[in-house]
Structures are given as structure tokens and as C-alpha cells.
């Protein structure tokens, strides 16, 4: 079955540059979260999409940006980038957000962003 | 504000032995709680998914109850193997959007 793809899955940037992290959600899934988890520490929720519109927002720096686009992928964009934005970031993806908060978000493999 | 915990943040059994890990949510307001593994450096696995009607859910050596009320979930694995040595993470699902998650028990299991 297909799963939740991320790309790149590894990124190195320097300080103040800008990243842009990629998730493909399962094919028919409306909705993408994205998750940031730091060295050692739970994933924490971000912001998410639901038909191409932010539906909730979580701890997200001002720094970052992110769309969900007509093919329901979505790009999360980051800029002046700092030490501390390294970390692992996850999407996850479902289906039916607005009629079914009980469903399964399922995740992707993550992308590891290294700041230097 | 939804807080949760996990115990014991490590654990170390002998291979064979059967164990349990705990979680622990302060708001019974959730949709479902979900089980993970995270291997070191890796992503997230789902083991294990309730929702907030259920009581429990098993697959293969894997058992997870979940008490909504007191705010308790556990998972139950029986036989461990060294395979089975990683970080263990639950979540609980509190809107359309947000699960948040615990800090996971860290497992490892000696031949």
C-alpha cells in the first residue's frame, strides 16, 4: 500500500538559508499534518491542512510557511533557518478530516534537517 | 491543557520476559490513542491504534488497553526480543488536527 512520502530525507543547510520540505500524502487523503521533532523530544504538532486550507496551527515558528496544494501535497517552507531548527520533521496524512476526528493520522518517514 | 506521560522513561528486560508500558493523559476528551515505535533516528511505526470507544486492540505479541476515564492506556508485549529494543511513543488524538505526544519509554531488551 502506499505510504505518506517526504522529500528530501536528509537536508543540510547553514544558518540563516531557507528550506523547503515536501510530503505527498497517501493518494485520496485530504488532509496533511506536519510534525517537528528535536534531538531527544516528542514530536510536536505544527500545522496542518485540510482541503488546501490551514485548518489548525501548533507551535510553528513565524519563520515557516506551508500550503497544501491542489494535489494535496503540501510544502512546508523555512527561512532564516537557525541551529535549533535541526531536527526530524514529520507529515502525516488522512482522510476525511472535517466529518471524522477519529481517524488515523498516518505518518511519513521524516525528513532530517541538520542546521549548521 | 493536554499532558502526557510516560513510565518508565527506560526499561531494560531480558529477552523472553513479558512487560508493560504505561501512559498516562490528563484530559479523557480524546478521540483515540495510538501506539508508535520510533527506532534511533528513524520514523514513526504505528503499532497500535484504540479509539476512544474501544478497550483494546492486539496484534501479534502486542496488547494495548486504554481507559478513558482514568486517563490510562498500556501496551502489553509478550516475549520480548531484542528486535524489539526501541522507543516506544503514545499519542492521543484531542481534535480534527493535533495529537500530541508522550515522551516515550526507551526499551531494551537483552539476549
Known amino acids: 500500500a502506499a505510504g505518506v512520502i517526504q522529500s528530501p530525507r536528509h537536508l543540510i543547510k547553514e544558518k540563516r538559508e531557507t528550506a523547503t520540505l515536501k510530503c505527498y500524502p497517501i493518494p485520496r487523503h485530504d488532509t496533511v499534518y506536519w510534525y517537528q521533532q528535536g534531538p531527544g523530544q516528542d514530536p510536536q504538532f505544527l500545522i496542518s491542512f485540510y482541503e488546501k486550507m490551514q485548518s489548525d496551527k501548533g507551535s510553528i515558528p513565524d519563520r515557516f510557511s506551508a500550503q497544501q496544494f491542489s494535489d494535496y501535497h503540501s510544502e512546508l517552507n523555512m527561512s532564516s533557518l537557525e541551529l535549533g531548527d535541526s531536527a526530524l520533521y514529520f507529515c502525516?496524512?488522512?482522510?476525511?478530516?472535517?466529518?471524522?476526528?477519529?481517524?488515523?493520522?498516518?505518518f511519513g518517514p521524516g525528513t532530517r534537517l541538520t542546521v549548521l | 491543557k493536554q499532558e502526557v506521560t510516560q513510565i518508565p522513561a527506560a526499561l531494560s528486560v531480558p529477552e523472553g520476559e513479558n512487560l508493560v508500558l504505561n501512559c498516562s493523559f490528563t484530559?479523557?476528551?480524546?478521540?483515540?490513542l495510538q501506539w508508535f515505535r520510533q527506532d534511533p533516528g528513524k520514523g514513526l511505526t504505528s503499532l497500535l491504534l484504540?479509539?476512544?470507544?474501544?478497550r483494546e486492540q492486539t496484534s501479534g505479541r502486542l496488547n494495548a488497553s486504554l481507559d478513558k476515564s482514568s486517563g490510562r492506556s498500556t501496551l502489553y508485549i509478550a516475549a520480548s526480543q531484542p528486535g524489539d529494543s526501541a522507543t516506544y511513543l503514545c499519542?492521543?488524538?484531542?481534535?480534527?488536527?493535533?495529537?500530541?505526544f508522550g515522551p516515550g519509554t526507551s526499551l531494551s531488551v537483552i539476549p
Open positions: 499519542a492521543v488524538k484531542t481534535s480534527y488536527d493535533k495529537v500530541i
Open positions: 484530559d479523557s476528551a480524546i478521540y483515540n
Open positions: 502525516a496524512s488522512s482522510l476525511g478530516r472535517g466529518s471524522f476526528p477519529y481517524n488515523e493520522q498516518f
Open positions: 484504540i479509539q476512544s470507544s474501544q
